[in-house]
């Protein structure tokens, strides 16, 4: 573990490789899980007030089902997340070609809208657990996303590096620049031990 400014972040954003293979991983990470994608509050509005102008990217099913639970549910663990269809996929996953996509960043590269898409997902396979005074930045391993640890080996691509638009997005370019300063020291530290 490693700090900057109030986040407490895992070695593992620093040495891990990562890049998504689509082709291969089918975009499963919107179709499993125990509960749909974890939601900011100000997304949970966001949704809301997006819902009618996504609608038409969305298949019958995932409509029916946020007509009936809302564009956004609170899940076991008390938290925002985006809603399931029948406890499987998010209510915005989109299938093209059998790949799992995102109706809300289809229309966001539609310009339709100018939200891209919940943070949680955009900065995947980091995961964000906010406590009092600081917020914890970890890496999800999961074992669907053994392709893209395959293919970020191959392309010699870390985690950080993988999600920097999101980790900008989320936390700004300055702890971005400090992010990849601190990630310089560690990994020549690493290498004198």
Not at 7 to 28: A, H, P, Q
Not at 92 to 117: L, N, P, Q, T
Not at 162 to 183: N, P, Q, T, W
Request: hydrophobic share 40%; net charge positive; aromatic share 8%.
């Amino acid at each position: 573990m490693f700090q900057v400014d109030d986040k407490i972040l895992s070695m593992e954003i620093l040495e891990e490789k990562f890049v998504c293979d689509l082709r291969k991983c089918k975009g499963n990470c919107c179709v499993l899980g125990a509960s749909g994608a974890p939601l900011e509050e100000e997304e949970v509005e966001l949704l809301r007030v997006v819902f009618q102008k996504i609608k038409p990217y969305l298949r019958p099913e995932a409509v029916r089902a946020i007509e009936q639970q809302g564009t956004a549910v609170i899940d076991l663990d008390m938290e925002w997340v985006t809603p399931l269809i029948k406890n499987m996929e998010c209510v915005y996953a989109i299938f093209e070609d059998g790949i799992a996509r995102c109706a809300i960043e289809k229309a966001f590269a539609d310009k339709v809208i100018s939200f891209r898409k919940p943070v949680s997902c955009h900065i995947y396979p980091i995961r964000i657990k906010k406590y009092e005074h600081f917020d914890a930045v970890n890496y999800d391993r999961q074992k669907i996303c053994e392709p893209a640890r395959e293919m970020g080996k191959k392309e010699n691509v870390q985690v950080f590096r993988f999600v920097e638009d999101a980790i900008v997005r989320k936390y700004g370019k300055a702890f971005m620049s400090k992010l990849k300063r601190m990630a310089v020291e560690v990994l020549k530290q690493q290498k004198e031990i």
